[in-house]
């Protein structure tokens, strides 16, 4: 795996191993053929809650072509954002 950390390689081992189904939500609707390059979707981290708001800033950055997003109940999804700095 080319990206993440030992303990979020590890969380996905786990969740292949308990057969839980997964997506990918990459690609937004406005990136076209520079999906992955183009990132629109927003996070901003939240100290006080340790969570993540996550937002897009208009509907070009919807993401769209999510892999098994329409066919079952996702579990759990890789999301790719910009992290926005505070």
């Excluded at 390689?9 to 390059?37: H, I, P, W, Y």
């Excluded at 070009?60 to 700095?85: D, E, P, Y």
Aim: proline letters at 2%; aromatic letters at 10%.
């Amino acid at each position: 795996m080319g990206l993440g950390n030992e303990q979020q390689v590890k969380s996905l081992d786990d969740m292949q191993n308990r057969g839980e189904l997964g997506c990918f939500a990459l690609t937004e609707k406005f990136a076209g053929v520079n999906s992955g390059l183009v990132v629109n979707t927003i996070a901003e981290y939240l100290p006080s809650t340790n969570q993540f708001h996550i937002y897009t800033p208009n509907k070009g950055a919807w993401k769209n072509w999510i892999s098994q997003g329409l066919s079952v109940r996702v579990q759990t999804q890789t999301l790719f954002f910009s992290l926005a700095l505070t």
